[in-house]
């Protein structure tokens, strides 16, 4: 004789399983709609009221209101920003993490958990190159990463510069950093050195040109690389400004959060030997790595540090940290700014491992292999030209002759024909199109059927 609400009603779980089973087995996922089909305020209006309604209702209203208005990001037409393509598996696990009760927080509630996300987060520091011992734990997103990451360089470079004010020491980072980098300081409020970069790759030269020019330079505490810019997909020289921070012990922190899935390319994993410098360094798992939102690792050369600088601290807390067991200390919570936190990192470990590593390395390749194609098809194309070369799974076109409205209006009817979600970006002041590959079933054809569609 619990309370109703805790009842489980076993027809609509078979209803609920039945709808999640139709998505799943969904081939190719459908694009749907987005913001093209407008939800009128009348459709919502009164739904939350005192007395319940029936959940089939509900669900059916998701299904047939909401759910059209999204724009799957799971579908291999999704080319839009950096696009995200978990595995069955992994989703199929997500529903397991979702009712099992599980805190992601502490060892002491759930030292299965972490054991698994430790084992995932150990592997991806293994395949960066990273030292044994790196660690940290899995948060919401590169931009949470970014801002963890960045909270403990500043305190560590406040600590080793104790001549400068606090307020004074500066982060050298590149003018195609990630926005959540440049969020990241504002929140810490610690300013910049914005290096000027040869065709958008930050190299170890243009920093110290930049340093050599800035009569403030000793009051830079560390240097922020992009492994894989987000609009371009470009690698910074990770290898000479992990190699420059190491000889004047500057904090080194790498955001891979889209690109450095690209470790497990067998064509482009060179570009990345040089994480193995970081001090800290985030991939994010839901972009190139196949997992559902929201996950991205983080991860510390010296996760000791990171813990003094974030953990917590609160009476009611402290039976978490007073273990006896040597990874009995070893809270997810301390590792980033966060506490309460689900399990976001199993669905990506249930995949590695049922999957195998070897699956990560060919589904990573085919997206860069279908950007190289599509620069050859746009090649081959009288209307289009390539704005630079293909980047990782990026690639940036012109079509000649287009405004921006023109871009706008293009995006949009390809979206409304199902055929694919594209978006214009700008690149050095020009809007121009983008397509980033992430998902392995993105075919050819798809690319074919956009550059006819450019046509106009
Ligand atoms: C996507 C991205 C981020 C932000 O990650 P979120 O998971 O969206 O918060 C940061 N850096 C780079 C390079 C990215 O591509």
């Given at each position: ?160 510069r104790?001549e400068f ?50 009569p403030q330079r000793d009051n830079v ?236």
């Amino acid at each position: 004789m619990g309370h109703e609400m805790f009842d489980f009603d076993a027809e609509f779980g078979d209803v609920v399983f039945d709808y999640c089973r139709e998505r799943l087995s969904l081939d190719p996922v459908p694009l749907d709609y987005g913001g093209l089909i407008e939800i009128p305020p009348e459709k919502m209006a009164g739904l939350i009221r005192p007395e319940g309604r029936s959940p089939e209702a509900v669900l059916d209203f998701f299904r047939t209101t909401l759910a059209p208005s999204v724009v799957s990001i799971d579908s291999p037409g999704f080319l839009a920003f950096i696009p995200n393509a978990p595995t069955k598996n992994s989703l199929l696990f997500d529903m397991v993490v979702a009712c099992s009760g599980l805190n992601g927080t502490s060892w002491l509630e759930s030292s299965g958990v972490v054991i698994a996300e430790n084992q995932a987060l150990t592997f991806l520091a293994d395949v960066a190159g990273m030292p044994s011992g790196s660690g940290g734990a899995f948060v919401s997103g590169g931009s949470i990463g970014n801002l963890s990451a960045l909270t403990v360089a500043r305190d560590v470079g406040r600590v080793k510069r104790p001549e400068f004010n606090p307020r004074e020491v500066r982060f050298a980072v590149s003018e195609d950093a990630h926005s959540s980098v440049g969020k990241a300081l504002h929140v810490l409020d610690v300013e910049s050195l914005v290096v000027a970069t040869d065709d958008h790759r930050f190299t170890r030269a243009a920093l110290e040109a930049a340093l050599e020019a800035d009569p403030q330079r000793d009051n830079v505490i560390g240097v922020v690389a992009t492994a894989g810019t987000t609009n371009a997909g470009i690698v910074d020289d990770l290898e000479g400004l992990g190699g420059f921070a190491r000889e004047n012990d500057l904090w080194f922190h790498v955001d891979g959060a889209y690109g450095a899935a690209a470790l497990f390319s067998f064509t482009h994993r060179d570009l990345f030997e040089g994480i193995r410098h970081a001090d800290s360094f985030i991939v994010d798992p839901h972009k190139w790595l196949f997992a559902p939102l929201d996950c991205c690792a983080l991860i510390y050369r010296n996760p000791t540090v990171a813990r003094k600088v974030l953990a917590q601290q609160a009476s009611y807390l402290d039976v978490l940290h007073e273990g006896t067991d040597e990874h009995y200390d070893w809270n997810p919570s301390d590792f980033a700014i966060h506490l309460s936190r689900r399990a976001r990192g199993l669905p990506f470990w249930f995949s590695l491992v049922s999957n195998g590593t070897a699956a990560y390395e060919t589904a990573v390749q085919c997206a860069i292999d279908l950007a190289q194609r599509t620069e050859e098809l746009i090649d081959e194309c009288d209307y289009l030209e390539m704005v630079r070369p293909s980047s990782l799974s990026i690639v940036l076109f012109r079509r000649k002759g287009w405004s921006p409205e023109r871009y706008l209006q293009w995006s949009h009817e390809l979206l409304a024909s199902q055929v694919a979600f594209v978006t214009p970006t700008k690149w050095e002041g020009e809007t121009v199109g983008r397509m980033a590959f992430l998902h392995p079933n993105s075919t050819e054809e798809m690319v074919r059927a956009i550059i006819e569609s450019l046509r106009g």
